[in-house]
Nanobody, 125 residues
Framework: QVQLVESGGGLVQAGDSLRLSCAAS?????????GGWFRRATGKEREFVAA????????HYADSVKGRFTISRDNAKNSVYLQMNSLKPEDTAVYYC?????????????????WGQGTQVTVSS
């Protein structure tokens, strides 16, 4: 059984930064070819935020966060991170981390097998 647990969410002001963490248990994270972050704002569909390959050498971002967010991973710590800078009110959402076996179709949430429970990020204006 694999469990992903997010942490680091909170209430911040526009322009602030947050770092989300996702810790995996039950199976080493380095066995997953793809780690990803998604988010869901109230009343909206879940959307892709960022993805990272097993080695960390390949990353992809949604256009809305490119240049502001950075995804990284530490396989030794079984963790994936999302550094969020210059936060905007429209970044307010529940953020979920996810893991998939292969690095492909990174924007497609159905390709991810394991999901965390989510952490709330609220950005006030």
């Amino acid at each position: 059984q694999v469990q992903l647990v997010e942490s680091g969410g909170g209430l911040v002001q526009a322009g602030d930064s947050l770092r989300l963490s996702c810790a995996a248990s039950g199976r080493t994270f380095r066995t997953y070819g793809m780690g990803g972050w998604f988010r869901r704002a109230t009343g909206k569909e879940r959307e892709f935020v960022a993805a990272i390959s097993r080695s960390g050498a390949v990353t992809h971002y949604a256009d809305s966060v490119k240049g502001r967010f950075t995804i990284s991973r530490d396989n030794a710590k079984n963790s994936v991170y999302l550094q969020m800078n210059s936060l905007k009110p429209e970044d307010t959402a529940v953020y979920y981390c996810a893991a998939a076996t292969y690095y492909r179709d990174y924007e497609d949430s159905t390709k991810y097998k394991y999901w965390g429970q989510g952490t709330q990020v609220t950005v006030s204006s």
